[in-house]
T-cell receptor
């Protein structure tokens, strides 16, 4: 079992700027995976990015990248060149023996 | 390749009725997971199934809730004698194997009157 904590209920960013969403996790397992999911108003859960714990290199997907600090148990998501379509709830999730989600961060993008 | 499919998308039940939620995993996926999301909250794990087997039901309420994933057909989440507190969005996800990335369906929004 594990815990996933998102301490920012809401965040706001200006269009074209960069924003970082925070996430911390706690697990006793050595083999685990971390994820960021996006949930727009349609409520569909969309995978944004995935990080394997054994990989030291931070995952990157176009404008989305993570800062994975294993010792600090931190897994933040950076969104560069923010777009209006990035506005959504963002959930951090971790999986060892089971999957746990954080409470989410609501991201607003200002034009 | 069709994604995870859930139906119905919206379901309205009166207190005491039964709710049946269906989930068809992505092609090639044999692992299915059910989650519940209350308004303004994250997803809470309910149950994890493989074909014909319940692997982990630690998140399922002990009464009124059951799940199955038969050899043929979709996975079913069944809620008997629904109460207002069961109103939520129920999401299904599937993966190819146990540690693989989970892909989510569009969810079923259950409203109990």
């Amino acid at each position: 079992a594990q815990t996933v904590t998102q301490s920012q209920p809401e965040m706001s960013v200006q269009e074209a700027e960069t924003v970082t969403l925070s996430c911390t996790y706690d697990t006793s397992e050595s083999d685990y995976y971390l994820f960021w999911y996006k949930q727009p108003p349609s409520r569909q859960m969309i995978l944004v990015i995935r990080q394997e714990a054994y990989k030291q290199q931070n995952a990157t997907e176009n404008r989305f990248s993570v800062n994975f600090q294993k010792a600090a148990k931190s897994f933040s998501l950076k969104i560069s060149d923010s777009q209006l379509g990035d506005a959504a709830m963002y959930f951090c999730a971790g999986r060892d023996n089971d999957m746990r989600f954080g409470a989410g961060t609501r991201l607003t993008v200002k034009p | 390749n069709a994604g995870v499919m859930q139906n119905p998308r919206h379901l309205v039940r009166r207190r005491g009725q039964e709710a049946r939620l269906r989930c068809s995993p992505m092609k090639g996926h044999s692992h299915v997971y059910w989650y519940r999301q209350l308004p303004e909250e994250g997803l809470k794990f309910m149950v994890y199934l493989q074909k014909e087997n319940i692997i982990d039901e630690s998140g399922m309420p002990k009464e009124r809730f059951s799940a199955e994933f038969p050899k043929e057909g979709p996975s079913i989440l069944r809620i008997q004698q629904v109460v207002r507190g069961d109103s939520a969005a129920y999401f299904c996800a599937s993966s190819r194997w146990a540690g693989d990335t989970q892909y989510f369906g569009p969810g079923t929004r259950l409203t109990v009157l």
